[in-house]
């Protein structure tokens, strides 16, 4: 009984101090949760974002039009300036490393009229790699057992004493739930958010299918099986627009990288310099082209609800756009 006891006072503690701090993220039940982590700011999802504002609800039922300082959207992180009156911020040490495997937790989320919710759980596995909204592989992150319900997306996971250690990002099958992990590389991710830093990367601007629908749709019209990823969408006025590169076309190398997969166009394209260019080798029909790309500076903004796609690869089995 004395172990129920000190879960149930634990409990009961982590409510108190972590649930001020928790905010619902959109209207009504809302689209997702955040957790104030400093003076006047909210960390939550890119995704749970529609645009350069949203409402923010606080545990004591106010609400407050929060606006977007930064987001990175292949990082799946927004910042979000709730002007004055925020509650205190969640207790947080940032770390050097994510939670070990074991490790005791707790998430707290807001349930529409229904006030704070807490759960318990435990640290299920470490190193997990997952997606962000674009389809760009998150490393670093932890799985943990704590339930949550929809909407939770955004909230924190905190240990026994109230401190901050991830911030939850999906829900998976099975009833576990992956987070990122509030060390030492988030906490320097949001104070360049909270400057409107938000990454520069490189971005070609295509949709591509993954290898088996690529090799499938080529053997449906007669061509010769090749590996590589298919592009399905180019973007208007993107590199690749302005490349020739066009719409059925196999994309095969990058930059001298075989390219047989989603992850592969994203990987080749990780070190590329904004500015620069590249040769990108393709095939049009049963034709093998050599073209050369040359990448424009480009940032994900705060226009966090709009999308330029997704990779979503071999992972996600349909097309998308790498970013």
């Known amino acids: 009984m004395a172990e129920l006891d000190k879960l149930e006072e634990t409990l009961a503690d982590v409510a108190t101090s972590v649930g001020p701090s928790v905010v619902r993220i959109g209207r009504g039940h809302g689209r997702g949760a955040g957790v104030v982590v400093a003076g006047g700011r909210v960390l ?3 995704h749970n974002l529609r645009g350069t504002t949203t409402t923010v609800t606080f545990a004591d039922g106010r609400s407050v039009t929060g606006t977007v300082l930064g987001a990175d959207l ?3 992180l927004a910042l979000l300036d709730v002007g004055d009156g925020a509650p205190s911020p969640v207790a947080w040490e940032a770390e050097e490393e994510a939670p070990g495997l074991g490790k005791a937790v707790f998430t707290v989320t807001l349930v529409g009229d229904l006030g704070v919710r807490v ?4 640290v299920s ?9 674009r389809g760009r592989r998150i490393r670093g992150g932890f799985e943990h057992t704590a339930p949550l319900g929809p909407g939770s997306s955004g909230g924190p996971v905190v240990d026994a004493a109230g401190r901050l250690l991830g911030v939850d ?6 009833g576990f739930y992956l987070a990122v992990a509030a060390d030492a590389d988030l906490a320097e991710r949001i104070e360049r958010l909270a400057r409107g830093e938000a990454p520069r990367r490189a971005r070609l601007g295509v949709g591509v299918a993954p290898s088996w629908a690529a090799r499938k749709m080529r053997g449906a019209v007669g061509l010769p099986e090749r590996d590589g990823v298919l592009v399905r969408v180019v973007e208007t006025g993107s590199p690749a627009a302005a490349a020739d590169i066009r719409q059925g076309d196999l994309l095969v190398e990058v930059g001298g990288k075989a390219v047989r997969t989603a992850d592969d166009l994203l990987d080749a394209l990780a070190g590329v310099e904004p500015g620069s260019k590249l040769a990108v080798s393709l095939v049009r029909g049963v034709e093998d082209l050599v073209v050369e790309v040359e990448f424009a500076v480009t940032e994900a903004t705060a226009d966090a609800g709009g999308s330029d796609g997704e990779a979503g690869g071999e992972a996600g089995g349909g097309a998308g756009t790498e970013s």
């Open 169 to 174: 990002t999906h829900r998976l099958d099975g």
């Open 119 to 122: 759960t318990a759980g435990y």
């Open 44 to 46: 939550t999802n890119a």
């Open 125 to 133: 596995s470490v190193d997990r790699v997952f997606r962000g909204p």
């Open 74 to 76: 292949d990082g799946d």
